[in-house]
């Protein structure tokens, strides 16, 4: 079958380092991207990775590795604002796109 | 520049009805994804249109459908609703096609089956 892993629940600490991770199982790969979600909000493009390596957008960075079809979103200096459901996604072979079933970031103060 | 608009906001439907969704993309933006999203299953590709035409579909049964019109609206049906419809239906849209490309989703259409 096709899916995306996620943990379904991530907690950290307010200012803290969190890293959310994915690993997907899919037919065909055209890249990994990043949404996050806030309650009764509609989901919001973070970052996108075609390549493997590390691509950073101000506080939030994301990392592919395709040889180990896994990939991350790492949050710094969290801040209560980043309460919220993150979603992995990939476009597989059949051009579908496939969602992770998201984590749930609880930031404590 | 506007965002993706989505109406009507919430919907409550009997079984066995069916509904329409309509979506308006930002303007521009030639390709429509829709999706359901429910508490156990996240978000779930129902099908991509792209220039009137629908690039793909996912495993949803036939009682889903969808269009686009030569505007890059988009509407998607669902006929002889069940109570296991009742979800969040999210539309996006993209300038292109492709998953590189950022895409923008609208506030999403809370249909409740009762």
């Known amino acids: 079958g096709q899916s995306l892993e996620q943990p379904s629940e991530v907690t950290a600490v307010e200012g803290a380092i969190v890293q959310i991770n994915c690993t997907y199982q899919?037919?065909?790969?055209?890249?990994l991207s990043w949404y996050q979600q806030h309650d009764g909000g509609a989901p919001t493009f973070l970052s996108y990775?075609?390549?493997?390596g590390l691509e950073e957008t101000g506080r939030f960075s994301s990392f592919l590795s395709r040889s180990d079809s896994y990939g991350y979103l790492l949050l710094q200096e969290l801040q209560m604002k980043d309460s919220a459901s993150y979603f992995c996604?990939?476009?597989?072979?059949?051009?579908?796109?496939?969602f992770g079933k998201g984590t749930r970031l609880h930031i404590l103060p | 520049k506007a965002g993706v608009t989505q109406t009507p906001r919430y919907l409550i439907k009997t079984r066995g009805q069916q509904v329409t969704l309509s979506c308006s993309p930002i303007s521009g933006h030639r390709s429509v994804s829709w999706y359901q999203q429910t508490p156990g299953q996240g978000l779930q590709f129902l099908f991509e249109?792209?220039?009137?035409?629908?690039?793909n579909k996912g495993n949803f049964p036939g009682r889903f459908s969808g269009r686009q019109f030569s505007n890059s609206r988009s509407e998607m049906n669902v006929s002889t609703l069940e109570l296991g419809d009742s979800a969040l239906y999210l539309c996006?849209?993209?300038?292109?096609?492709?998953?590189?490309?950022?895409?923008?989703f609208g506030q999403g259409t809370r249909l409740t089956v009762v």
């Open positions: 990775n075609a390549l493997d």
């Open positions: 899919t037919s065909g790969f055209y890249g």
């Open positions: 996604a990939v476009r597989n072979r059949d051009d579908k796109i496939i």
């Open positions: 996006a849209s993209q300038p292109g096609t492709g998953l590189s490309t950022e895409a923008f």
């Open positions: 249109y792209f220039s009137e035409t629908q690039r």
